[in-house]
């Protein structure tokens, strides 16, 4: 679960500043998790430098060079403001999920709100992640 939450998060920066290349530069990021079927409810804060480079990678090569992850990306928009991103992922012992994230962002900021479904050893879960970045300067 640590891995597909970890690709969500990495993924959405990836994601958020391909299109219309907000300004590089250092961001703060805030992730929270949640789920109604477990008692998880975390949040976390990081701080992470987004070159260009990162804002013009392509998505699906970026996935390709994550260790352990089995993740196809599925459809990917960013244009306009708006993202909308869809995962499907293969995980241990045969189990699978699926990531579908929709949000926004400006030159300086970004907000997405990934849905998580698992399937996995007969059971089956469901979490949000809400992602937000805001720039903070230079690196």
């Known amino acids: 679960m640590k891995i597909l939450l970890a690709c969500a998060l990495a993924m959405t920066s990836a994601v958020i500043l391909a299109a219309d290349l907000p300004t590089p530069g250092m961001y703060k990021i805030t992730a929270k998790v ?16 987004i070159t260009e480079n990162q804002f013009l ?8 060079q994550q260790p352990g992850q089995e ?3 599925v459809n990917y928009e960013v244009g306009g403001g708006v993202i909308h991103m869809e ?16 949000g926004t962002y400006t030159n300086t900021s970004f907000e997405i709100n990934n849905q998580m479904s698992i399937e996995a050893n007969g059971m089956k879960m469901e979490m949000n992640t809400a992602i937000t970045g805001v720039r903070q300067g230079e690196c």
């Open 87 to 102: 995962l499907q992922c293969s995980i241990d012992q045969g189990g699978k999920a699926s990531i579908i994230g929709n």
């Open 71 to 73: 993740c196809e990306v």
């Open 57 to 64: 990678e392509d998505p699906q090569a970026w996935m390709r």
């Open 34 to 49: 949640s789920s109604q079927q477990l008692p998880i409810s975390s949040s976390h804060d990081s701080s992470e430098c």
